[in-house]
């Protein structure tokens, strides 16, 4: 996959401990289902938002990137808006 499409992902988490409580993701092109396990695995494992961010997942290939949707959305849920500036042009 070596395209870029538009994903909609949503994480609810604790904002006291960053644990992660659910996800949604939604796409009108591609099937997320492997990211989608990722998250649940985060979920019942009860990981923080740190925990997934800093996660080194090898069978993930696209997971693994430097900047994902999943983590892009992690470092906006901490207040670390990475692509701030480039959203504005």
């Known amino acids: 996959m070596n395209t870029y499409d538009?994903?909609?992902?949503?994480?609810?988490?604790?904002?006291k401990t960053l644990r992660l409580l659910g996800a949604q993701v939604g796409s009108t092109k591609n099937n997320h289902s492997e990211v989608i396990y990722?998250?649940?695995l985060a979920i019942q494992?009860?990981?923080t938002l740190v925990d997934v961010a800093f996660a080194d997942v090898f069978f993930l290939p696209h997971y693994n990137?430097?900047?994902?949707?999943i983590i892009s959305a992690i470092l906006q849920a901490l207040g670390l808006n990475y692509f701030k500036e480039s959203i504005k042009k």
């Open 6 to 15: 538009r994903v909609k992902i949503k994480l609810v988490y604790d904002p």
């Open 38 to 40: 990722l998250l649940a």
């Open 45 to 47: 494992r009860k990981l």
């Open 65 to 69: 990137k430097p900047f994902n949707f």
